[in-house]
């Protein structure tokens, strides 16, 4: 049976057929809030369900229980703030009760209640979410690059930001209807932004061993420089699927979600948010959404036992590597052998081959990947 | 936004002072700093266990039709 709705209940806040067509004619008598891609896409996610139970963007009191007790106000686990942010002169003629247009590039995307208009503090924000205020966390310079309001209340999509990758996009009651009609009661949810290597191929087959589909969603959107493109990454999921999963196991779902780099917690969002598609297993590797050294490389793990009631189990899969002498992929608690017969999978080192157009060896990526990859002129951000 | 310290409210809740040393002697020694810490643990999985019996559909069937033929012609099924 596929996970319930995080919080009880799929949230579902798109407007459609006549309500819509009502909403984007009012929509040009309403105080306009432009926005920028990152919030569009914030809003779909809220929109389709992905961040149920949110039915908009977080009020003070949710905002403050998630910077502290990464809760919401009514208990429910959530540990990343999802907020609109705005400057007091674009709110000059908005008052809390009103309804206002969220505009994404000259279009309307969405109906938006105000419920409350506050003040927040970057510092303590960065702190909390990202346990450092160092500018040089891509997370803590874009909350410092915010704008000095936040704006709470309930949404409604009446439009979306162009979605290059749709043929790839379900949302979570798609999936749920999907998992249904394929007959698997356990799914393993796969998140990644990065190109599959023989680690990830691994960690995903060793999830499938116990449950009946795995989910792999690969998350577009924002990301930072030097990471895969959106594309490349699609694309090189697809040549695995082919060569190496048999058919009838695997969904492959692109997801439209920011990332934060906010390692621990942001492990906890994006289980959260594959609960909402339905899985009932998440994969939580190592350094998960970290970024640099801000976290420990297992930090991810231990912040899951603050949720027993999560409802979603995630699965701590050690880091694979090649060992010369098992003449395999293997982890640390499969593999008795020293570190010198041991070939670990370096990203940074992948990216430089792939980079200077060369094949990486076969037990660290697949060849017909690798092919994929470097078919790109620039695969990189 | 001022400051502000840590926004959980906490209430009372009897439990028999059996249970509590009972709980109180099961918990040294382990991550567990109070008794009420332990009780909370132990509530919220229960209660999510609970929550979990009263799922709803989160879709009608006419939804789930225009979704299957949506995932038919995206090669889904």
Same mark, same amino acid.
């Given at each position: 049976m596929v996970s319930r709705p995080h919080g009880g209940r799929l949230v579902y806040r798109v407007a459609e057929g006549h309500r819509r067509e009502r909403l984007v004619r009012e929509?040009?008598?309403?105080?306009?809030?432009?926005?920028?891609?990152?919030?569009?896409?914030?809003?779909?996610?809220? #929109?389709?369900?992905?961040?149920? +139970?949110?039915? #908009?963007?977080?009020?003070?009191?949710?905002?403050?229980?998630?910077?502290?007790?990464?809760?919401?106000? $009514?208990d429910t686990p959530?540990?990343?703030?999802?907020?609109?942010?705005?400057?007091?002169?674009?709110?000059?003629d908005v008052r809390e009760g009103d309804e206002i247009a969220l505009y994404y590039d000259g279009r309307p995307i969405a109906i938006m209640s105000i419920e409350e208009i506050y003040g927040w503090d970057k510092r303590r924000h960065a702190e909390k979410v990202y346990k450092t205020t160092d500018p040089g966390h +891509?997370?803590?310079?874009?909350?410092?690059?915010? &704008?000095?309001?936040?704006?709470?209340?309930?949404?409604?999509?009446?439009?979306?930001?162009?979605?290059?990758?749709?043929?790839?996009?379900?949302?979570? !009651?798609?999936?749920?209807?999907?998992? =249904?009609?394929?007959?698997?009661?356990?799914?393993?949810?796969?998140q990644t932004r990065n190109v599959p290597h023989l680690g990830h191929e691994y960690v995903q087959k060793a999830a499938l061993t116990f449950t009946d589909g795995l989910f792999i969603n690969p998350l577009i959107g924002w990301k930072k420089p030097g990471d895969? &493109? $959106?594309?490349?990454?699609? %694309?090189?999921y697809k040549t695995l699927i082919k060569h190496y999963y048999p058919r009838d196991v695997v969904v492959l779902a692109a997801l439209r979600m920011n990332m934060r780099?906010?390692?621990? !917690?942001?492990a906890v969002h994006h289980a959260i948010a594959r609960k909402n598609f339905g899985a009932t297993?998440?994969?939580?590797? !190592? $350094?998960?959404?970290?970024?640099? $050294?801000?976290?420990?490389?297992? %930090?991810?793990?231990?912040?899951?036992? %603050?949720? +027993?009631?999560?409802?979603?189990? +995630?699965?701590?899969? =050690?880091?694979?590597?090649?060992?010369?002498?098992? #003449?395999?992929?293997?982890?640390?608690?499969?593999?008795?052998?020293?570190?010198?017969? =041991?070939?670990?999978?370096? #990203?940074?080192?992948? !990216?430089k081959m792939l980079k200077e157009g060369k094949i990486p060896p076969p037990f660290m990526m697949r060849p017909e990947i690798a092919q994929t990859i470097i078919k790109y002129k620039n695969p990189f951000t | 936004m001022g400051e502000r310290e840590r926004s959980v409210k906490y209430t009372t809740v009897s439990i028999p002072v059996t249970l509590y040393n009972r709980i109180k002697r099961l918990i040294e020694g382990t991550g567990f700093t109070s008794v009420s810490q332990y009780v909370t643990y132990v509530l919220r999985e229960v209660v999510a266990a609970h929550e979990e019996s009263l799922r709803e559909e989160p879709f009608t069937d006419e939804d789930k039709e225009r979704i299957l033929e949506k995932l038919r012609r995206l090669g889904y099924l």
């Open positions: 929509s040009r008598d309403m105080v306009r809030l432009n926005i920028d891609l990152e919030r569009a896409i914030d809003l779909e996610d809220i #929109g389709f369900g992905v961040f149920s +139970p949110l039915e #908009g963007f977080m009020v003070q009191d949710d905002y403050i229980h998630v910077l502290d007790d990464m809760r919401l106000a $009514d959530w540990t990343i703030p999802v907020t609109l942010d705005a400057d007091p002169d674009e709110l000059v +891509p997370g803590v310079e874009k909350t410092m690059s915010m &704008k000095e309001l936040l704006v709470g209340g309930r949404i409604e999509l009446i439009g979306q930001a162009p979605n290059r990758f749709e043929e790839y996009t379900l949302w979570p !009651r798609e999936t749920r209807v999907l998992f =249904r009609e394929k007959g698997w009661r356990t799914i393993a949810a796969f895969y &493109k $959106d594309d490349v990454i699609i %694309e090189a780099y906010a390692g621990p !917690r942001e297993h998440f994969i939580v590797g !190592r $350094d998960h959404a970290g970024v640099g $050294d801000y976290y420990k490389p297992y %930090e991810a793990w231990e912040i899951f036992q %603050e949720f +027993p009631d999560l409802g979603i189990t +995630p699965l701590f899969i =050690r880091e694979a590597f090649y060992c010369k002498k098992c #003449g395999g992929m293997t982890t640390e608690k499969t593999c008795p052998h020293t570190e010198q017969d =041991r070939i670990r999978i370096s #990203g940074t080192k992948l !990216r | -």
